[in-house]
């Protein structure tokens, strides 16, 4: 049943590659066909070369990679809260980041800092939340969601001050932050290295998955260790978002809306709908940031505005749909 | 097949219960009866190994039911729940193919042989026509009917079922207890908490009381199902009368 699947995963592969594509020939300055070839065999112009191995194809694979992690940890949460309209935040995992990034940038250290401290500060954020919602022993989908909930509306609140607070110069680079952005992405190694990982370790977990979606008793029932496996869920998607949140800052939407799509065209199976998600989640974004690249061409908008713009009226038609 | 042994369910609020000491044989069918509080879903879960108890131990196959692994307990018995989570919705024929969970390994996909299992089951419990439906779609009776397909396709040699009959209308009572009673003649058993007394003196072997105030009793079910017993157990007056050589039980009322 879940092979029937295959041809459809296959050509939403392709349409991946095409938007790839598309993300290195437009910019400020559009390229023709010929020119990547050209560079991919060793002969183009310095300029070509510079603009898409240097500049161009590290960002897009970078946008790719954090848009794949982010709908792959929406998934995940959606099942391990049970709840269709978690994200990859809603524990309050950028709240953490975001933070711990500002704070970074408010003492004036460089990019690396800045990144790192947004990594520590969104694994703290996981870890409170966890420990919070799992320390009295008892913890239920309901209680974690709104342990979540909680913490994120407090870093919600430390964001506001800290914005409000600051100077004047410093507000752009931190709004920046805050929406979500990618030219000052770092290597995209780690984020491929960690999807494509993850996802091997992920899809012959789906079945189980999708037991745990029929409720925790049930999936117990029918032989699920279910703690070992919410734990597990939890940790990867923690790790996912703290990558993603480390080299883009927090994007909204993607891993909202990305794993409902992929449901309407997939079906429910996680077996299917976890690549899926993280080849759609990749090309929204690639798709979206290189929309944020020539909009407003040379100047560069946060990646975040994008999606958010696509995303809002996406979610709003879909759940307007499942209301009928 | 399953034994207690001094089993102590742990209820919270009801600091002194009765030990049990049950032995549950293959061919055997039991009812649980209760009021509503008396603990009889804690004590099903208790004997899945889904909740720990309070002192004592649940054997299953004379080894304790923690000493297996979660997959080889739902290899071993399933269980049909009250109520089923359908957040996200799955079409009923990938609901049923759950059934199958235990048995694959992480890698494997559903055989061919694991669809016509799943098949079999809705076919069963006459949901042939619905498979590619969503369960969100469901009526409650349809979805129960589900939960009890999804145990027809796990396919485990004791069947725990919580108010198996919950929802259904009386054609489908009949035909779901009438299955769960060729289980059980093929040498099976079925432990079910039920509402109905009628319906467990036709269908069940055996009858465990289960009082609120944490006291049990149980075994063959013409000592159990006695009028004073079953007046104390629900403290509800009951009337009795005989059709076909059987015993009826039916609620008194000053009304009507």
Redesign the interface.
Known sequence: MVLNLLPRLMLLACIALLVMLLGLLLGSVNLPLESITAVLTGQGSPLHKTLILDLRLPRVLAAFATGGLLAIAGALMQVLLRNPLADPYVLGLSGGAAVAALLAMLAGVGVFWVSSAAFGGALFSTFLVFGLAYGSGQASATRLLLTGVVVASGWGALISFLLATSQAHQLPGMLYWLMGDLSHAPSPVIPWLVLVVVLLLLIPLGRTLNVLARGALQAAALGVSVKKVELMIFGLAALLTAIAVTVAGSIGFVGLIVPHLMRMVFGYDQRILLPASALAGGSLLVLADTLARIVIAPQQLPVGVITALLGVPVFLLLLYRNNR | MMQTDDLIMHIPSRPKMDALNWQIEAGQSWGILGPNGAGKTTLL?TL?G?KAPRSGQVLLAKQPITSY???????QL??V?QQ????????V???A???R??Y?R??Q??SQAD?DLAKQALAQMELTELENRSIQTLSGGERQRLALA?LLT?NPALLLLDEPTNHLDLHHQMAVLEIIHQQVQAGKSAVMALHDINLAARFCSHILLLYPDGQACWGEKTIMLQLPALEKLYRQRLITTQIAGQTLFFPYSSIG
Do not use: C
């Open positions: 879960l899945a889904l692994t979660m997959q080889q307990r739902a290899q399933g269980l729940f089923q989570q359908d957040d996200f919705p799955a079409t024929l990938a609901t193919l759950m059934g969970h235990p694959l992480s890698w996909t559903e669809i999804v796990q």
